[in-house]
Nanobody
Framework: QVQLTESGGGLVQAGGSLKLSCAAS????????MGWFRQAPGKQRECVAA????????HYADFVKGRFTISRDNAKSLVYLQMNDLQPEDTAVYSC?????????????????WGQGTQVTVSS
């Protein structure tokens, strides 16, 4: 059974940091690119960052460049999102997703598996 389980969300003040984790199971993690997406109330889901299977390629949305870092540990089937200098506009549910293959994608429709998400709330 495929599972993606996010953790690390919470409430933080503007300028603060959080590190999200996503634990994967039920599929061959090394064969999948991983992405972090977010969705705020009333807004469309958007890609925050993505990383290919061997961490040789990453993608970041313009609005998080220089603040967020995606990484993965294939030995532990984990993917991380380090978020620094958080702002109120970063408030959203953050979900991880897995896409089979050696490529990289930032379109949600390319991804095969999804986690339930973790809430990140940034107060001003």
């Amino acid at each position: 059974q495929v599972q993606l389980t996010e953790s690390g969300g919470g409430l933080v003040q503007a300028g603060g940091s959080l590190k999200l984790s996503c634990a994967a199971s039920g599929f061959t993690f090394n064969n999948y690119a991983m992405g972090w997406f977010r969705q705020a109330p009333g807004k469309q889901r958007e890609c925050v960052a993505a990383i290919n299977w061997r961490s040789s390629s990453t993608h970041y949305a313009d609005f998080v460049k220089g603040r967020f870092t995606i990484s993965r540990d294939n030995a532990k089937s984990l993917v991380y999102l380090q978020m620094n200098d958080l702002q109120p506009e970063d408030t959203a549910v953050y979900s991880c997703a897995a896409m089979e293959g050696i490529g990289l994608a930032y379109s949600a429709r390319e991804y095969d598996y999804w986690g339930q998400g973790t809430q990140v709330t940034v107060s001003s």
